[in-house]
């Protein structure tokens, strides 16, 4: 059925549609078969791609693994995106359509009757930040599958996928997939695609998706290949997959590249098939070089930004990667491609037009720069304040959420844009961090209105006039509560707290001093009201919400931790609260629970009631390291850095089960603040920078692992500039050194107790003692069953830590002896609850074991330790 038919289809539908509704002319026309043949053959078949270089061997960043087929894989890039399993299964995303999926494959060997089902045969998967590799393993052949996603694309395209080949004997293999072209919810959609082939010269040729309504198709190529099933009009209507059949001859093909070529036409023309011809050959001769560009992108992904070396080679990568991972989620507006901005997520979808959380989140966003910052990524930083501020209410309210096809549907009907109300607090606060970063004053001055007016609605929304910004506006946190919803989460409290001093700096550095003492006013307001409303003596920790007239929920959450987030706030009481998050009653062996297991209403895997999200992990990590629980803060921190490794690897998944070490089935995979609370704990946590550019200042407050000689990080953001800073052991002291364009007028300093600044060097006193954890994720289905260091308590010739662990195990710490005194000789160090061997040396490790009885056999018991020199 030619092009031509279908825009007769459409001129008839427009001339009769004042009587029969065009929708039930052209499905009653359409529906008498599931294919169209084209008769059109004027077309030159596209050539195939004859091989060149691509990375197969191991790179620093290449991560290999056996195939686990429920599990996904993730590649994304600013137009597109493919979401599979790792048996080879995958959809297509040319954003903001999803245009096929279920793609399978099947081999008929010469002279062997058997068909070969490939995707069965998935043995390994090599994800790099390029593209991923999926290699299917059978006596016969070997078949890669390398999916690609180039940073630079040209239009109608996003997405790029092809095989490499090799076998002992000739062999038939069938490409199957489903024809979907489905936008992106919430947008609507046609209804099924009714595909079209296309022939070109050869005896190939291409498939077109058409619509009922034919403003865009999708074109969908494998040179050299044949149609499978093609079902003609008069038959009965069945629904058979789209086939791509290729004729594989060892001896022919063996220096060939078959790829799978897609684009998507927005014309409705009676020349879409010549135009989307032109596209998949444009795609077909610059298949190299946009691999290559992509490859050559992230080969200089790490010069410009921040890396770390240390002794724990596994967390270094795992910190390249968070950054890649982030960077992955940049995706462009649609359909002008005219703005950039972060998506909260991808997964497969499934039989669904939603990816995961594949649309543009605000609050995950504001997060994420944090991390952002942190490794010196100002221009995604810049573009995303810009996309926000764009978007903001007359009033001044910050959004929410912002999909893929806002622009195709009354959005500001739903209730997605402004459904929460901490994106408000959270755009003046990562503002902040950016100026403090960046120093890039004249941006913050540009936009000046747009924090003006997030600043007034967050002052102007206080129904109960307590002077705090509530959650009138939507939800702070929670989107779901047992009793009720709350009134004022001590979550969104402590945001106002820290956005109104973000917001007073910003007005000091901008010249507005006018607002700048009523933003620190409102500050110090909000800090009494918070210890006044919140604190709970009788528990030693802070309620979950503020309901007015003294009602308050007691709720033991992870919430309060997110007072040290900026590091400009803090609670006044800690300590009750940090050793309930590091115990069993929070910590899993994977991260945090949002609450306490011993509340009624506990549900481990109910999204708001008792799941483990990195996010909270990240919270938490922060809070300790800031609160002097260091061990608890890199426990935690390795928790999130090791699911990078465990599910679509390179990536950190969204959510995961209280009980059990298992994602939530609905969890979105390649999470973009689960990553980024990867790299805030790390250099906001564990080496403990917090800069100011304006003054020139870099403190560094580091608590290095114990068992951790040295570290190293390269390309230190600071204003236009980098430098590198060194942490070296030397003489009782952690030695920091400044190197690179911007060392010279840099001044350091640090809020550990002691240090100086001598001979440009920072000289951190150490403790005479230390001890360190190790913290690995267990095998799926476990529950938590690993050491908590529930507390940590430095005296001047002391150390005593607070431990649980289930009762008969034994548990494994370093021993770090710091004061050479000590070293050699046991009697200079006595010790409680743990024996150390009789020769000391610089580093140790020791066991220490947790006593059963017949009540308490598998359970978590406390146990104190100490040592005094």
């Not at 991972?325 to 507006?333: A, E, G, N």
């Not at 501020?389 to 209730?415: C, F, M, Y």
């Not at 000091?508 to 001093?513: D, L, N, Q, V």
């Amino acid at each position: 059925m030619p092009r031509q038919f279908y825009t007769l289809i459409w001129s008839t539908a427009r001339l009769l549609k004042s009587t029969i509704p065009r929708v039930a002319i052209l499905f009653g026309i359409l529906s008498l078969g599931v294919f169209a043949h084209s008769q059109a053959t004027s077309f030159p078949a596209l050539p195939t791609i004859h091989a060149f270089p691509i990375q197969h061997q191991p790179e620093p960043l290449s991560i290999t693994r056996h195939a686990i087929p429920s599990h996904p894989f993730s590649v994304v890039g600013p137009r597109g995106a493919v979401l599979g399993q790792q048996n080879g299964s995958f959809e297509v995303w040319l954003f903001p359509w999803k245009i096929l999926n279920h793609v399978h494959m099947q081999v008929r060997m010469e002279h062997y009757d058997v068909p070969i089902d490939v995707n069965l045969h998935a043995a390994s998967i090599t994800v790099r930040p390029d593209a991923t590799t999926i290699t299917f393993s059978h006596a016969n052949f070997t078949i890669r599958e390398t999916i690609v996603t180039p940073k630079q694309v040209p239009d109608g395209a996003g997405a790029l996928v092809f095989y490499q080949i090799q076998a002992i004997r000739p062999m038939t293999v069938t490409f199957s997939f489903n024809p979907v072209m489905q936008r992106m919810w919430p947008a609507e959609s046609d209804d099924r695609p009714s595909p079209e082939w296309v022939k070109t010269s050869g005896g190939s040729g291409f498939y077109i998706l058409h619509l009922n309504f034919p403003d865009h198709a999708a074109a969908i190529a494998m040179p050299s290949a044949e149609p499978g099933v093609m079902v003609p009009y008069q038959e009965r209507g069945l629904d058979y997959p789209l086939q791509f059949v290729l004729h594989f001859d060892p001896k022919r093909d063996a220096d060939t590249y078959f790829p799978l070529l897609m684009t998507m036409g927005n014309t409705t023309d009676t020349s879409t098939a010549a135009a989307l011809d032109e596209q998949l050959a444009a795609l077909d001769h610059n298949f190299r070089s946009l691999y290559e560009s992509n490859r050559q992108y992230y080969d200089n992904f790490s010069n410009s930004r921040l890396t770390m070396d240390s002794p724990d080679q596994k967390l270094n990568r795992t910190f390249q990667w968070a950054e890649v991972s982030i960077d992955q989620l940049r995706v462009q507006t649609t359909p002008s491609h005219d703005e950039e901005a972060l998506t909260a997520g991808f997964v497969d979808s499934g039989d669904t037009a939603r990816p995961g959380f594949g649309w543009f989140f605000g609050r995950d966003a504001l997060w994420s720069l944090y991390a952002v910052d942190s490794y010196g990524g100002f221009q995604t930083a810049r573009q995303e304040f810009e996309f926000l501020i764009h978007r903001e209410s007359p009033e001044g309210k910050v959004p929410h959420e912002w999909s893929q096809t806002a622009n195709l549907v009354d959005w500001k009907t739903l209730p997605y844009e402004y459904a929460s109300a901490d994106a408000t607090p959270l755009l003046l606060m990562s503002a902040d961090d950016y100026l403090r970063i960046s120093g890039d004053t004249a941006f913050i001055a540009a936009h000046w209105d747009g924090f003006a007016k997030a600043w007034n609605f967050e002052c102007t929304h206080d129904t109960d006039g307590d002077g705090i910004y509530d959650n009138s506006q939507g939800s702070g946190w929670v989107e779901s509560w047992i009793p009720k919803m709350p009134h004022q989460e001590i979550y969104l409290a402590t945001l106002d707290e820290q956005a109104s001093i973000a917001f007073a700096h910003l007005a000091e550095a901008t010249g507005h001093s006018d607002v700048q003492a009523a933003a620190e006013q409102r500050a110090a307001h909000i800090r009494a009201q918070i210890e006044k409303e919140y604190y709970l003596p009788q528990s030693k920790f802070y309620a979950f919400s503020w309901n007015g007239a003294g009602q308050i929920d007691e709720t033991p959450t992870i919430f309060p931790a997110v007072a040290w987030w900026d590091g400009t706030y803090s609670l006044a009481h800690n300590q009750g609260m940090a050793q309930r998050w590091a115990s069993p009653e929070f910590s899993t062996d994977w991260g945090t629970r949002i609450l306490s297991d011993h509340v009624s209403f506990y549900d481990p895997i109910s999204y708001h009631q008792g799941s483990v999200w990195p996010l909270f992990t990240g919270w938490i990590s922060v809070a300790e390291y800031r609160t002097g629980h260091p061990l608890a803060g890199w426990i935690h921190l390795e928790e999130n850095a090791d699911l990078t490794w465990r599910q679509d690897l390179g990536n950190a998944t969204e959510l995961l089960s209280g009980k059990f070490f298992q994602p939530l089935g609905r969890s979105t995979a390649h999470q973009l603040w689960s990553s980024a609370m990867i790299i805030s704990p790390i250099i906001r946590g564990l080496f403990g920078l917090e800069w100011s550019v304006a003054q020139r200042e870099l403190t560094v407050t580091p608590s290095l692992p114990a068992q951790w000689d040295y570290a190293h990080l390269a390309n230190v953001p600071f204003g236009n500039q980098r430098f590198d800073l060194s942490f070296q052991r030397e003489d009782g002291s952690l030695v920091v050194r400044a190197s690179g364009a911007a060392a010279a007028s840099l001044h350091l300093r640090s809020h550990t107790a002691g240090a100086r600044l001598t001979g440009g060097e920072l000289r951190i006193p150490l403790p005479a003692v230390e001890v360190g954890v190790e913290e690995t994720l267990p095998q799926p289905g476990s529950v938590t069953s690993q050491l908590k260091v529930l507390d940590e308590q430095f005296q001047s010739r002391s150390l005593a830590l607070h431990l649980a662990a289930p009762a008969g195990t034994t548990q494994m710490l370093y021993l770090r002896i710091n004061n050479p005194r000590i070293l050699g000789r046991k009697s200079r160090l006595h010790t409680s609850g743990v024996d150390v061997p009789a020769a000391l040396v610089p580093l140790q490790k020791l066991k220490v074991s947790f006593a059963a009885t017949s009540s308490n056999s598998g359970m978590y018991v406390d146990k104190e330790i100490s040592f005094h020199w």
